[in-house]
Each structure stands twice: as C-alpha cells, then as structure tokens.
Nanobody
Framework: QVQLVESGGGSAQSGGSLRLSCAAS????????MGWFRQVPGKLREGLAT???????NYADSVKGRFTISRENAKNTLYLQIDSLKPDESAQYYC?????????????????????WGLGTLVTISS
C-alpha cells in the first residue's frame, strides 16, 4: 500500500537548520509531483514547496530563499532543507504526492489537491 514516512523533525533554535526526509513506497514515485506542507492545529494548511520530475520546483513566497526541496528518485525519497528557521514556523510538516502535474505547486498543497500524504514530522523552533 502507499506509504509516505517523514523524518528529521525535532527541536531547533531560531535561525538554525533542519533537513526533513520522506521515504515513499507503494506508488510510482518518479511519476508524481512531490511536495511539503505544514499545519499548526487550528490554523490553515500551508503549502511550502513542490518538485516535479525533472526537478522543476515551486515555493511559497514565505519560504523562498530559505527552504530547498529536492528528490532522489533512485531511493524514492524526498527532502526539504530548511534554513534560517523562524520561531513561528513550529508545525507538523507533511510530505505529499500529487498525481496531476498541472497541480504541481505549493498553492495546490494549500488547497488540499494531493493524492497521498504522510503522518508528518513535528518541528519545534525555540527563540
């Protein structure tokens, strides 16, 4: 069955960095647009970044220049490098797969247009 398993979350200082990973299985990873979104309880989902295959990327304005999305198709793995963390970026971070390439954008993730998603990894930022 389809599985998306995020890892790499944890605690970090404001201004610090984290690298999140997402191991995918059960679907043709290289044929899907992949992305990351985050959510805080009681707040709206926020799409962060997507990457098509080959590596065409799209970022939300709020993370451009600080977040870098990448994928390694041979390992069915998605990454998110997060730099210059801000205190208000504490959230559950989720990996997602989008079947339709026309929906491959951070905005699509904000609107919930994904086919599969994982359980998330918690990121806690302290100031």
């Amino acid at each position: 069955q389809v599985q998306l398993v995020e890892s790499g979350g944890g605690s970090a200082q404001s201004g610090g960095s984290l690298r999140l990973s997402c191991a995918a299985s059960g679907f043709p990873f290289s044929a899907y647009c992949m992305g990351w979104f985050r959510q805080v309880p009681g707040k709206l989902r926020e799409g962060l970044a997507t990457i098509a295959n080959p590596g065409i990327t799209n970022y939300a304005d709020s993370v451009k220049g600080r977040f870098t999305i990448s994928r390694e198709n041979a390992k069915n793995t998605l990454y998110l490098q997060i730099d210059s963390l801000k205190p208000d970026e504490s959230a559950q971070y989720y990996c997602a797969a989008i079947r339709e390439m026309r929906d491959c954008s951070a905005d699509s993730l904000s609107y919930g247009r994904m086919s599969y998603w994982g359980l998330g990894t918690l990121v806690t930022i302290s100031s």
